[in-house]
């Protein structure tokens, strides 16, 4: 058990491995007095009751053996009926944000935020009974090995893994670096299937892109608050510095969210000074999160672009940088996460999220259910949508155009 306590913003725990890149990312926490959570649990199993047992848990074994006893069909194995328990409770608390996630799940959330794994390098998506190569990471070795976009995975290690979810075709594909895994895929305009054998790796997956646009225009796009952004963020703005931006657009859109303290670090980088953020705990006391100083883009022209998938950390950023009156948000009204969860990593590498706290913008507002609204509004059509035609950064692009000294 790590003793580090991390506070994570992010949004919709399922969702957010909609697309896989045999990776994942978080902070840990211990239970009450150090003890693991699941500590606790096991202290109540028949045989190795404590005082600190509540009673009602007599019931929960009672109907435990009965089911073992009595149930006329096949029953799951007690993991898998444990956590099923587990989830139950947490159902009753009402929070979506307060969670279980089992062992596979966690160790994919901690390379995400982490910001590296080892594997081959890809990243996968469902597509129906399908796990489908999205894109192979620049330089990996899925890419040098000749893995494509589209590709279709036949199998791991001649394991035919037609009809597998994400999670079991990434677990297969994962592994230590310098270790060698079979993939065999089906590419559009071949008639048989391809086999590669790759080489693992320790892949750093950047959570930022960045580019030069028009009219010495930066554009910076960060895709998770992770432990390297901070750094990321800086290290892309020096380099457009370095080609001549004059303006900047910071792309938020999309992003689920990350690390409270990254949250709190990649906003100083837009803001002198003064509160970022507070953090009000359940009784009332609340905790104020100031710009750390020497920001890199705190002066200049600036659009942030956000949309409904614009979630819990990118809001606390998005949120200061308005509030402060630093830039305009531009885009669609963000997903609307106000609440902060600790992670707690249990005994056997599962993890629950607990809600915390609730955040407020610097003005204090309130954004659960609500999200943030833009400046200015311009939605994407489906049409632009489906055509690739990004109406929002072009907005961007003409207001930074309009107001550009």
């Avoid at 007095?33 to 109540?44: E, H, L, Y």
């Avoid at 489908?132 to 976009?149: D, H, L, Q, T, Y």
């Avoid at 609500?370 to 035609?389: E, H, M």
Wanted: glycine share 10%.
């Amino acid at each position: 058990m790590q003793g580090c306590v991390r506070s994570i913003l992010l949004a919709v725990v399922a969702t957010f491995f909609a697309v896989a890149a045999f990776l994942g990312g978080f902070g840990f926490s211990t239970g009450q007095n150090g003890q693991s959570p699941i500590a606790v649990v096991r202290s109540v199993l028949p045989g190795n009751s404590t005082a600190s047992t509540p009673p009602e848990f007599g019931v929960f074994w009672e109907a435990w053996n009965i089911i073992h006893k009595d149930f006329y069909g096949a029953i799951p194995d007690n993991k898998t009926l444990t956590y099923g328990a587990i989830r139950g409770a947490l159902k009753l608390l009402n929070d979506p944000h307060t969670v279980f996630i089992e062992p596979r799940g966690t160790q994919q959330q901690n390379e995400q935020l982490r910001g590296d794994f080892e594997g081959i390098g890809a990243q996968v998506n469902q597509v129906q009974d399908n796990v489908v190569i999205v894109a192979p990471i620049p330089g990996s070795p899925a890419e040098k090995a000749g893995i494509k976009a589209g590709d279709i995975i036949l199998k791991v290690n001649d394991q035919d893994v037609k009809g597998k979810s994400v999670d079991d075709v990434v677990a297969l594909i994962r592994g230590p670096k310098g270790t060698q895994v079979k993939v065999t895929v089906m590419r559009v305009g071949q008639d048989q299937p391809l086999v590669f054998t790759i080489t693992r790796a320790k892949i750093d997956l950047p959570s930022v892109v960045w580019r030069m646009e028009e009219n010495n225009i930066g554009y910076v796009h960060l895709n998770i608050f992770g432990e390297k952004s901070k750094d990321e963020i800086v290290n892309a703005v020096k380099d457009l510095k370095s080609k001549g931006a004059k303006a900047l657009i910071f792309d938020l859109r999309d992003n689920p969210g990350g690390y409270l303290q990254s949250a709190i670090d990649v906003a100083s980088q837009f803001i002198k000074d003064g509160a970022v953020a507070y953090e009000r705990d359940k009784s009332g006391r609340e905790q104020q999160f100031n710009a750390a100083g020497n920001g890199i883009w705190t002066e200049g022209p600036l659009v942030v672009l956000i949309n409904k998938g614009s979630a819990s950390a990118s809001e606390i950023t998005s949120g200061a940088i308005q509030d402060r009156k630093r830039a305009i948000l531009l885009g669609d009204t963000s997903f609307g996460k106000g609440s902060v969860q600790a992670v707690h990593e249990l005994s056997d590498k599962s993890s629950i999220h607990v809600t915390i706290a609730e955040w407020l913008t610097p003005n204090k507002r309130q954004i659960s259910g609500k999200g943030l609204t833009p400046d200015v509004a311009i939605p994407i059509s489906p049409d632009d949508q489906k055509a690739g035609n990004d109406t929002q950064l072009k907005q961007a692009i003409q207001y930074l155009k309009e107001h550009m000294q």
